[in-house]
């Protein structure tokens, strides 16, 4: 790591929040250290995306806090950085421009910020289409925009949403090998939002289960393997998405036997 | 149960209208030919409707006399200065109404309640106001552009996803850079949309505004003809409107290809 790279841990403290009469979080302790990836899974409507919003302050939790501790690199434009499940592009910016959407403003002169722009797009092999409007992209090359704007601003850390959920199974796992890459590279810290637990094996530091609404911490699993060193088909992840499988699906019959209960 | 051997029938064909513009301008000057022919051949009378021969020599005649210049400019002069003033006020106040909380049910109490008064009953209620002059004219064609241009703003800035004036939160952009960059060309798309309503809107009011009370301009030129029953000038002069119209439309084709090629 360059001296001057952040190192910005995450934590979460007692985050409770609920929309109306429903409770979504309930009582999340978490710790995200600085360069490590958590990766938060759990059934759909738990609240991983609440969370998230809460973690990178674009939603305000209704108890608990969310900190950050550490430092963040001079050169870093935006500390904390999404990656969006939809992409969220502005259709009536190139790619170039949406890139540079997100430069604007800043402190980057004018020389700087088309360097920056051409170093991302080269990182994400986009070059050839810094002229392209988004419609004209594929899904994936899509969330490669929209992850070339995020590294973009240098951040510290990236709160990813499903990133690659968009995608067709091909061109998901493609670009997650590129992502691990990326990610062990930058050194940032990362929160990964999932369904799929394949890839909450090969990117987790962390995995957080969280259990069916209201969205409490059920269990936290470690691998400590650095990201570059992990296959798909390794045994000891196998294992680990089985054990997690195992986890969310006892979750999902405790559910169905409640229901019958009513 | 019934027996089949035969190859399977294509089935998808036709609802695929597809264009031809030859055709169109074929049909038009088939229809000149037939009006000007059923003139010639007397089938009806010209004192009550002109021939294209007949409208083509009175706008020849009014452009050498200077007359055509003189009404022509003071229309253009009314739409442009009440359609810009106009389409300014709307979208300021459209912005606003899309935009803060403070805005909103004010200005939109403000628009639905004056928005359905026919503008043309205004007019003479202008002309005590503001005089027989330009300002009365300008006022009610300002006027007319503003409701329609409010309501269009709004409801484009309405439909711009929240997801991505969060995205460009989430980036750190200020409120400014957000309007400029997000909100605003998210909105285009139907502000332009309005511009084609609006612009028909004000051609209507300045015929109108024109008929009730000016010496110069296109309605009042038409309406003079028809005081004096020379139906070739009352034609032209509808003529001129209608190519007016067809400018503004044209025009309005032309920026949002300009400015929306992203779609
Ligand atoms: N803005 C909101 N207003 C009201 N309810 C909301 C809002 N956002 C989310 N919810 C509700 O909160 C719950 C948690 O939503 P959230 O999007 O965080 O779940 P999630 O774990 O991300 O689900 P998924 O895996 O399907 O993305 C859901 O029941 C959802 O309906
Ligand atoms: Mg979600």
């Known amino acids: 790591m360059t001296p001057d790279a952040s190192a910005l841990r995450l934590e979460a403290r007692g985050i409770h929040h609920a929309f109306g009469d429903l409770v979504v979080l309930d009582g999340i302790d978490l710790d995200v250290p600085a360069g490590e990836v958590l990766v938060l899974v759990g059934p759909s409507g738990c609240g991983k995306s609440t969370l998230l919003s809460i973690l990178g302050g674009m939603l305000k939790p209704d108890g608990g806090q969310a900190r950050m501790r550490g430092a963040v690199a001079a050169d870093c434009l935006n500390a904390l950085t999404y990656v969006f499940q939809d992409f969220s592009l502005l259709p009536w910016r190139s790619v170039a421009g949406n890139i ?36 004209q992209l594929s899904g994936g090359m ?49 929160v990964y939002v999932t369904h799929n637990l394949s890839e909450a094996a090969l990117l987790g530091h962390q995995i957080v289960v969280l259990s069916r609404r209201p969205g409490r911490v059920r269990e936290i699993l470690r691998i400590d393997r650095p990201l ?4 798909a088909s390794d045994p000891d992840l196998l294992s680990i998405e089985e054990r997690l499988w195992a986890l969310i699906r006892d979750d999902a019959a405790e559910a169905d036997r409640e229901i019958e209960h009513v | 149960m019934s027996e089949h051997d035969a190859p399977v029938p294509f089935r998808a064909g036709g609802f695929l209208p597809r264009e031809h513009p030859l055709a169109g301008a074929a049909t038009l000057i088939a229809l000149l030919l037939l009006w000007q022919a059923g003139a010639s051949l007397g ?23 200077g007359e055509l210049w003189v009404n022509l400019a003071a229309s253009l002069q009314r739409l442009a200065i009440g359609w810009v003033v106009g389409t300014l006020g709307g979208l300021a106040v459209g912005v606003a109404v899309g935009l803060f909380t403070l805005a909103r049910s004010p200005g939109m109490a403000l628009v639905s309640a004056l928005f359905p008064i026919p503008k043309i009953a205004l007019v003479p209620l202008f002309i005590i106001w503001f005089g027989i002059g330009e300002g009365s004219k300008d006022v009610t064609l300002a006027f007319g552009v503003f409701f329609p241009t409010v309501i ?37 798309p139907a502000i332009l949309a309005g511009f084609r309503i609006t612009t028909s809107t004000a051609i209507i009011l300045l015929v109108a505004a024109e008929m009730i009370g000016a010496q110069h301009g296109i309605g009042a030129f038409v309406l003079e003809a028809g005081n004096l029953y020379d139906i070739d000038n009352l034609m032209a002069g509808i003529v001129l409107l209608s190519v007016i119209g067809l400018c503004t439309s044209w025009l309005i084709g032309r920026v949002e290809r300009a400015l929306l090629g992203w779609r």
Do not use: C, H, Y
């Open chain 1, 100 to 135: 540079s959407l997100v430069l604007e403003g800043t402190r980057l002169s004018a020389a700087e910020r088309q360097r920056r722009i051409a170093d991302m797009l080269a990182l994400t092999g986009l070059s050839a289409f810094a002229d392209a409007w988004p419609r």
């Open chain 1, 142 to 190: 899509r969330q490669r925009v929209g992850i070339a704007r995020a590294l973009a601003v240098n951040p510290a850390v990236l709160l990813m949403d499903e990133p690659l959920s968009a995608l067709d199974a091909q061109t998901r796992a493609l670009l997650l090998d590129e992502l691990a890459a990326i990610i062990a590279r930058a050194g940032v810290t990362v």
């Open chain 1, 228 to 231: 570059g060193e992990r296959r």
């Open chain 2, 43 to 65: 089938w009806f009378s010209t004192a009550f409707l002109s021939t294209p021969i007949g409208i083509a020599r009175a706008l020849i005649s009014l452009a050498a006399s």
């Open chain 2, 152 to 188: 269009n703003t709004m409801a484009g800035i309405d439909a711009v996803p929240r997801a991505l004036i969060r995205m460009g939160q989430s980036f750190g952009l200020g409120r400014w850079a957000i309007l400029r960059k997000i909100v605003l060309p998210g909105a285009l």
